[in-house]
């Protein structure tokens, strides 16, 4: 059995560059269910997928794409269906032994379901389901089409996928994970789902792994994790050469898998950026806002709900802005759009009579007002509820303190400060403060000492749980302790201490906005070949050499001015760059995720893949997003799961052994 060509798929060096999302979603519309309308099966057909592809299927398209590629009707293999056997059906599943039987059932005796089939597994099939597929003489010559897609992630963004492992941290990283069979079945199928990323693509990768084995003392199972999936990752792409027509024969981009060790602080700090600061504070669903507008017929208010995703222009441009930023652009561009739309120049003509030709020009521009006025307003209402939530728990002052706690400006004497000053701060900010400092100072949390802090932040022995299981992942717990006492003393040296240094070449925009997540250094080091060689492994028998990347007149040249000379306000210089607007006149971004990605993406050099066991954060995402504009490299990243802080703490409460509600 041969895989399929992707007509679709690009690689970067292809004359029009394609990005990762619109691969994946050139592949599933257009290989796939346009590649069926041939022949005598050019009419409507019925869509079948299971618990994985319809996800998949979601991630990428909308049920309009499907539509206009003939699909009259989309059902759950598992579902009771009517039989239509008048109808060709087009089957997109896992291959497994379950849905090869459900499949088998369906089409086989003298009146299956559907006339034809047109069969595509998202992974490779094994031999056995092969031949029990070939075996079944009754089904055989119902057989239209029978390929492996090879498409089995799930693109949450642009340049970014899960594999739809949530408990991976847990799993992997919690009690008898060496011994847990469910352990190794998790990791086979993560290691499938990134490997079909790459057939996807067409993509050859140069495969590292962060290494953290140490030859004096024997490994521990959590610590083989990412050399465990590299080589699974590894094993599966090679066979690819063989099995999938035009697959690369040298490699043609960079892998790099990491655990989210590498990384303790970025799925807990308070992050100032739209995106991350939506998910964090607001009370959403996935991507999904609910909100409430006042009743046309004056009783309660009614509930809305808006999804916050790439088909949103405004928030495609403003995800990434320092909230401050989208504050005052949404501000702008609401002033903009009232002075320049006809519609809104004519409704504020009030008590004046409005002529003909106005209310002509008042229908015609209708229409689109009424969307333009509506999405603007949805998100000055997110907005606000963010600023809000922002005054209303003093997140500026405990954000500061973040911040200069990463950067070694702070220790001891503020934490307490902060601390002592602010008794009605919520359990989970000073949860999250208590996780930061433990970061930065290990020492610290001996059982004394931890007991006298988490006794001031009037936290329980679970957080104090909590704190000494993120330790054990972070490994911090093996580095060489204080062995002073403590007695709430003030630190000396508070540099020593700092888990970030200041970015040079980059000016601080806005206040909080220091914190970078480690992910954009080691993107850097990546790029110039200068990634440590004793703590990150390659699998390819020949290393890459470092590509250099050209200079970006785009991006921020002036040095760091130092910090904010003003602390009482959000403005700072300029905007940076990499996350200015490009606004149509209307005062409404005219940019989509696939409208500008062909200028964008031109004349790109090889595409630099990330993938974090464990959770990766939106952080990291905004990161990619933006070192793919500097070095001229599209970044995806991938991850078992995308996690909010709320979310990441949860985790590590389940690794602590706390029940939660």
Known sequence: MSSSDSESSSSSHSKEYKNFRQTSRGRLLYEMLRSCRT???????VLIMDRVTVKVMSCS?????????????????YRRREPMPSMDVIYFIQPSKENVVMFLSDMSGRE??????????????????????????????????????NLEYFAMDSQGYITDHDSALEDFYGEGAETSRKVDICLSTIATRIATVFASLKEFPFVRYRSKEDNNTEPKFRDLVCKKLATAVWDTISTYKSTIPDFPKNETCELLILDRSIDQIAPIIHEWFYDAMCHDLLDMDGNKYTYEVPSKSGGDPEKKEVLLEDHDPVWLELRHAHI???????????TTFMSKNKAAQLQQKDGEELSTRDLQKMVQSMPQYNEIKEK????????????????????????????????????SKEVINFLRSNQDASYECKLRLMLIYAIVYPEKFDADKAAKLMQLAKLSQDEAKVVKTLLSLEGADNKKASRGTFSLKFDSQKS????????????????????????????????????PKNEYNCMNQTAPAPVVPKANTGSVQSARAGKQSNPHSMRSRRTANWAKPRNSDDGYSSDSVLGGASNDFKMMGQRIFIFIVGGATRSELRVCHKLTTKLRREIVLGSTS?????????????????KQH
Not at 39 to 45: E, I, Q, Y
Request: aromatic share 8%; with cysteine.
């Open 39 to 45: 022949g005598d099966s050019k009419a409507w057909k």
């Open 61 to 77: 398209c909308k049920m309009a794409d499907i539509t206009d590629e003939g699909i009259s009707l989309v059902e759950d293999l």
């Open 112 to 149: 299956p379901f559907y006339r034809k089939a047109f069969i595509y597994f998202s992974s490779p099939v094994p031999k056995d389901l092969l031949a029990r597929i070939k075996g079944d003489t009754s089904v055989l010559p119902r057989i239209s089409a029978l390929r492996e897609m």
């Open 324 to 334: 401050a930023d989208a504050s005052e652009r949404l501000s702008d561009k609401m």
């Open 376 to 411: 603007l307003s949805i998100h000055v209402e997110i907005a606000g509820q963010v600023n809000q939530i922002i005054r209303d728990e003093g997140l500026r002052d405990l954000g500061q303190l973040e911040q200069d706690l990463v950067f070694g400006d702070a220790g």
């Open 496 to 531: 020593k201490h700092a888990a970030r240094k200041d970015k040079t070449g980059e000016e601080e925009q806005w206040q909080l906005f220091r914190f970078f997540p480690v992910l954009e250094e080691l993107i850097e080091q990546l790029t110039k070949g200068s990634l």
């Open 642 to 658: 995308v996690d909010d802080p709320s979310h990441y703490i949860a985790k590590l409460k389940n690794l602590s052994g706390i």
